[in-house]
T-cell receptor, first 112, second 112 residues
Framework: DAGVTQSPTHLIKTRGQQVTLRCSPK?????VSWYQQALGQGPQFIFQ???????QRGNFPDRFSGHQFPNYSSELNVNALLLGDSALYLC???????????FGEGSRLTVL | KQEVTQIPAALSVPEGENLVLNCSFT??????LQWFRQDPGKGLTSLLL?????REQTSGRLNASLDKSSGRSTLYIAASQPGDSATYLC???????????FGAGTTVTVRA
């Protein structure tokens, strides 16, 4: 049974560019959440998708947007990249909004 | 706003010693509390999930307690091993909006 998978694992962008990160949830899970983790910090909640809709959002600007597809996979898009967007982006899936969370290995984004 | 604190930020113990990791949170309106392990540069691995109605959960050498009224949880790891070296994060899920708030983690080093 495949767990949560994320791609790409590493990427480097320059300021002002746009990036798309992808996530496939654990089999049987219908809810996907995205987190940003800066070095030495705990993950910060970006948003959660359930039934293809954004159901919850953390304190992130509109430059951060997402999408959930009918097969429950999800994308995170970040526009107009800033140096401060450099972080590990983690995707987590669960069954139902408040179920136990399972995380992927993350996508390491470096903005130069 | 939920604030989650983990003390100490780091600790180093000799192999075989028991580990005690602390987590405190400011808002007792929680749905559950989850403990995670994170290896350097990797994603999060779920260790234990405690529902708000529970007092503790156990899995092998791990035991986690929850005192919701005082806003505290403790993770005990018995007979530590070098393979237990990692960062341990606690996360609290709000019963109001199901958002997950993380502490910054405790980095554990077990010396052989």
């Amino acid at each position: 049974d495949a767990g949560v998978t994320q791609s790409p694992t590493h990427l480097i962008k320059t300021r002002g560019q746009q990036v798309t990160l992808r996530c496939s949830p654990k089999s049987g899970h219908d809810t996907v959440s995205w987190y940003q983790q800066a070095l030495g910090q705990g993950p910060q909640f970006i948003f959660q998708y359930y039934e293809e809709e954004e159901r919850q959002r953390g304190n992130f600007p509109d430059r951060f947007s997402g999408h959930q597809f009918p097969n429950y996979s999800s994308e995170l898009n970040v526009n107009a990249l800033l140096l401060g967007d450099s972080a590990l982006y983690l995707c987590a899936s669960s069954y139902d909004r408040a179920g136990e969370l399972f995380f992927g290995e993350g996508s390491r984004l470096t903005v130069l | 706003k939920q604030e989650v604190t983990q003390i100490p930020a780091a600790l180093s113990v000799p192999e075989g010693e028991n580990l005690v990791l602390n987590c405190s949170f400011t808002d007792s309106a929680i749905y559950n509390l989850q403990w995670f392990r994170q290896d350097p540069g990797k994603g999060l691995t779920s260790l234990l999930l405690i529902q708000s109605s529970q007092r503790e959960q156990t899995s092998g050498r791990l035991n986690a307690s929850l005192d919701k009224s005082s806003g505290r949880s403790t993770l005990y790891i018995a007979a530590s091993q070098p393979g237990d070296s990692a960062t341990y994060l606690c996360a609290v899920e709000s019963s109001n909006d199901y958002k997950l708030s993380f502490g910054a983690g405790t980095t554990v080093t077990v010396r052989a």
